[in-house]
């Protein structure tokens, strides 16, 4: 069974870091697009990138290049979503998503929970 | 940037279809994807490829394309659980990232 476990809630002050995680289980990590997708609280989703864990490429929606880093830890099977410098904009559930086919860049046909990530100016 | 349309609320009866129209430059050389979501709940894959369904997913949800600039997402007998936000996803023109629609509010009357 496919699961994609993401770590836990973070509050968080502006101009902080974090780095959030999502831990796949149930199939070959290296063989799937992992993507992170935003949602801000009554608001729409955003794609924001993705990760092929096998080779490293990396692909990022312009909105979201240069604010945000997205890695994979080949390891623990385990992908990141990274921010150096926090903004209260930043406030949003982040998804961690695995596509649906082996070359599925863009049909996430599976989700994690979310991670609420909360940050106050 | 590349964006993608879709209508804010459908409505309709219990019963009845609903269509859900998706609109961008580049779907005729992109597949799309997509999704319902659910208050409260993380986002679930309906179609993918224009109008592959997933396994587990009713066949009351289909999906087609018109093959130009617009995929549809077409809901047969609809039933009050269907009331849900539902969002398209395809690839940008160069197909380097992707893009979700803004999304549309099925509301059952």
């Known amino acids: 069974e496919v699961q994609l476990v993401q770590s836990g809630a973070e509050i968080k002050k502006s101009g902080e870091s974090l780095k959030i995680s999502c831990e796949a289980s149930g199939y070959n990590f290296l063989t799937y697009w992992i993507g992170w997708v935003r949602q801000v609280p009554g608001k729409g989703l955003e794609w924001m990138g993705i990760?092929?864990?096998?080779?490293?490429?990396?692909r990022y929606s312009p909105s979201f290049r240069g604010q945000v880093t997205i890695s994979a830890d080949k390891s623990i099977s385990t992908a990141f979503l990274q921010w150096n410098s926090l903004k209260a904009s930043d406030t949003a559930i982040y998804y961690c998503t695995r596509g649906y086919h082996d070359s599925s860049a863009y049909s996430p046909g599976y989700w994690g929970l979310g991670t609420l990530v909360t940050v106050s100016s | 940037s590349y964006e993608l349309t879709q209508p804010p609320s459908v409505s309709v009866s219990p019963g009845q279809t609903a269509r859900i129209t998706c609109s961008g430059d580049a779907l005729s050389n992109h597949f799309a994807s997509w999704f319902q979501q659910k208050s409260g709940q993380a986002p679930v894959l309906l179609i993918c490829?224009?109008?592959?369904r997933p396994s587990g997913i009713p066949e009351r949800f289909s999906g087609s394309s018109s093959g130009r600039t617009t995929v549809t997402l077409t809901i047969s007998a609809v039933q009050p659980e269907d009331e849900a936000d539902y969002y398209c996803l395809s690839a940008d023109t160069t197909g380097s990232y992707g893009v979700f629609g803004g999304g549309t509010k099925l509301t059952v009357l």
């Open positions: 490829r224009d109008s592959e």
């Open positions: 990760i092929s864990p096998g080779d490293s490429d990396t």
